[in-house]
């Protein structure tokens, strides 16, 4: 793992957190800061519990840990998008085991163990004051025992209705609903090519239902997972579940049997991907029929067909 080449610093975010901070009081709280920050409900508990999920990539339990304002914007991104954006708190490209490791002096470190490697983000004392604490967070690769790779940044909490809330990375605010388009538009190309990739799949799947069952599948969900029991000619487990529902990485997915019978091996069917929202999860449409003659096309949302243009 190369922690410098994704620093979290990389994140193209709004910096308003110099503005916000102007406006805070200084004003100590009358808790002990310690305590306070270590509490069961304090800023280093509620940053664990972040960085924990951001580690797995657990979209539920990260978004608990974010704002109200920010938890509706990431709700609305793209499932992708959301995934990138937990990536950089750990910088780890996949989903990982976690644990928690807790020194001496109660001040935890979160270990993040993938097959490509384990990071460890050791978490320091909180600055708290009022409903804003500030805690120093040191993420580097487990290997590297001289930390010379390491990274080093402020990680900011806001208290919101009793609750601590990530507010910010180093010295910058964590905006989402400023930025939840571009973070979508930056996942756009990713999702194209998994459309393709998944239409190339998908009449895999459906020439194997063919020659099994002699006949094409009735719908999409004839390809899926059985519920229970062997596969059969109604849950064939030839694709995932998602694809069975015909929604899958930001596209929407339609197969269509061509004639008066989907019989034997003269039947011909037609399959075709579109964005689920325009412009934020695709912006071309995708065709391919049984012979594999593979089309794409700008239709603003709309279905592809065989008029458009073949793709390599």
Partial sequence: MNFRNNSPTALVLTSLYLLFAAGISAQESSLNPTTQATAPNGPTTALRELLTAACSQSQSSFERLLTARNKESFTRMTPAARVAFMKRFVLLNEPGKPSVITNPSGRPTVRCETPAGVAEIQIGGADTRDNVSFLPVKLRDATDTSGADAIQVNMGLVRENGEWKILSLGLVLLDLPSLELEWDSAEVDKNELAAIESLKDLAE????????????????????????????????????????????????????????????????????????????????????????????????????????????
Avoid: C
């Avoid at 969900?221 to 899958?248: F, I, Q």
């Avoid at 991907?273 to 934020?280: D, E, H, I």
């Fill in 205 to 312: 799947a459906v020439e194997v239902y063919r020659r099994k069952y002699t006949r094409l599948p009735a719908t999409l969900s004839s390809l899926g997972p059985p519920l229970h029991g062997a596969a059969n000619v109604e849950a064939a487990g030839l694709v995932d579940s998602d694809m069975s529902t015909g929604m899958k990485n930001g596209y929407s997915f339609r197969y269509v049997i061509v004639g008066a019978s989907g019989l034997g091996a003269p039947a011909k069917y037609e399959l075709a991907a579109t964005p689920l929202t325009y412009g934020r999860t695709g912006h071309r449409s995708f065709f391919r029929d049984e012979s594999g003659s593979l089309r794409g096309a700008d239709h603003q949302g709309a279905v592809g067909s065989a008029a458009d243009p073949k793709l390599p």
